[in-house]
């Protein structure tokens, strides 16, 4: 028989060594937490594989290649690859201009009111070059201003938040593998 001293049998399991009502509500949470943070390492390095991207060994082979996969008869202008150092790290990164592409006889087939598909490519001290953005805009202009190489990016009036008038140009920075945004227009 439990005497009124006595915690119940299903305390006991789950309480510290002594069995101290108070000694339990300090144990429980500890437990709680070392169990939710043992779920938490187990699943946190799955996310962060899923989430990292491949390096390319170069940008222009790796498109080249995929737009020879899905296309029957691939050819590339001139202009498909700008190889230029696009976040002023002294390494040349590259852009790709999906509009320089004629797929099955169709020139850029992914263009549409808004713009052509671009690739932006950064090359990474490791070596290999990792893609940081892809926009669909008109084109661009890479000009200095202040001391640092920007893009002028030419878009739609709706990414300036208009509905009509005079297209949106973007100007943005490339800080290491991130694109910041300097003002739209």
């Not at 990164?93 to 713009?115: I, M, Q, R, S």
């Not at 290999?128 to 201003?145: S, W």
Request: charged fraction near 25%; hydrophobic fraction near 35%.
């Amino acid at each position: 028989m439990a005497t009124d001293n006595a915690p119940p049998r299903k305390m006991e399991r789950l309480c510290a060594p002594g069995g101290e009502p108070q000694s339990c509500r300090r144990f429980l949470p500890v437990k709680f937490l070392a169990r939710l943070l043992l779920c938490l390492l187990f699943v946190m390095p799955a996310s962060v594989t899923f989430s990292q991207q491949q390096l390319v060994s170069d940008p222009e082979i790796y498109e080249k290649d995929h737009f020879r996969k899905v296309c029957d008869k691939a050819e590339f202008d001139d202009n498909y690859v700008t190889r230029l150092d696009i976040n002023n790290d002294g390494l040349v990164d590259a852009v790709v201009n999906e509009g320089a592409l004629t797929c099955d006889g169709k020139h850029g087939p992914d263009c549409d009111a808004d713009g052509c598909p671009y690739n932006f490519y950064v090359q990474v001290k490791e070596g290999g070059y990792l893609m940081i953005a892809t926009a669909k805009i008109y084109g661009y202009d890479f000009i200095q201003r202040f001391g640092n190489k920007v893009f002028v990016l030419k878009m739609p009036p709706h990414f300036c938040d208009r509905t009509d008038g005079p297209q949106c140009e973007m100007t943005v920075r490339v800080r290491g593998v991130m694109f910041v945004t300097i003002f739209k227009k």
